[in-house]
């Protein structure tokens, strides 16, 4: 038999092959991660899924066949929305272009080192020769045999999406000159500071992550925080130490939850802050409280959210309340001089 891995765009005739590798993976991750969408479990489902993804305009898919049997898949996509302007496109990067939680699999009986990195060959040639040059897959936390393939690709743990699957209270001690508020239109410049500082969190090191936080950036942050206080249902929390602001703890109706990660009843945690010189005194654990609170009076029974896996502070506080990792997106950055025209002309001569 040819051992050979050969690597072609994924067609039609593949789907019934791709699909069942999928849902089998899935299977395996479902009972050890909390709040996984089980309609990914339905083959036609998931099927008709893929279908969507092969078909985006800016995606690339691909299938490693041995012998005759298809033995794994990738959909690999260039982000789009890097090119739009506001508030949170901002926040994503440009020239880059990922492969989600829910486009990737490789059958259980071969080597997932060799086949994904076939796989990632066929991709990343197409991406880097467009000039994307970062670089990201989202993998099942519990599934070490397909992060260490990407381990040995060159990426590295970046964002990890964790739920807290119950909503109970958060223990907090009483903090007398602290009260809590939730924010109204008319405190949108509140909001705008605390946003801000949370902005300028992420872009010290060790996260080194673009937050639009600028003067100019004044009024996208503010088109994109109007419209989310007119709406109950995008609570924003601001503690006080007398009249000043010191924190804030969001949630977003209309979350950033991804396909893979059941988001019924399940409110999406946006933004969780307390100034850097109020914080360690309980403020965090006390809006996190309130904030709690507010998703059991609306009958949610989950929270997700994203966390840089570099953050200091924000990850081992989520950590310590309760919120569990679910999927971690892994990261490359090639070297932007590599894809300068002028490299390629003297390199290829
Ligand atoms: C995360 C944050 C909101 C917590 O608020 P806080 O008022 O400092 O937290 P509390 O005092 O209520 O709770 C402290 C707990 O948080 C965690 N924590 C907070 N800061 C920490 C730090 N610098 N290092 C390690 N753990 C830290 C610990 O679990 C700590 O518990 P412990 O005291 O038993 O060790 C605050 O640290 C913060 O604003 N960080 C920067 C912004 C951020 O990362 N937000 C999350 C984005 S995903």
Known sequence: ?????????????????????????????????????????????????????????????????????????????????????????????PDSAEVNFLTHAVSDDVDANSVYRELYRALA????????????????????????????LGFGRHTTIAVRPEISPIETAQIDEITIKQARPDDINTVIDMAEILGKHHIDSPMFMFWPVQKKDRKLAKTFFEELLTNENNPHFIAYDNNHAVGMLSFLAQGLIPSHIDSKKNIYLFMGIVAPEAQQNGIGRTLLNVGMSWARDHDYKSSTLHVLNMNHSGWPFWEANGFLPVEYSMERIIDSRLISNNFKKIALL
């Open 1 to 93: 038999m040819n051992n050979q891995i050969k690597v072609t765009p994924l067609e039609s005739e593949h789907l019934e092959d791709v699909g069942k590798i999928l849902v089998r993976r899935l299977e395996s991750e479902y009972h050890s991660l909390p709040a996984i969408n089980g309609d990914f479990l339905d083959i036609g489902h998931t099927i008709e899924y893929i279908v969507n993804q092969k078909n985006d305009e800016f995606a690339q898919s691909y299938v490693a066949i041995q012998g005759q049997k298809v033995i794994g898949f990738v959909i690999g996509k260039k982000n789009s929305a890097a090119n739009q302007y506001n508030y949170l496109s901002q926040i994503s990067v």
């Open 125 to 152: 040639r197409n991406w880097v020769d467009d000039g994307q040059i970062h670089h990201s897959i989202h993998i099942a936390a519990c599934d070490w045999r397909t992060q260490e393939a990407w381990i040995n």
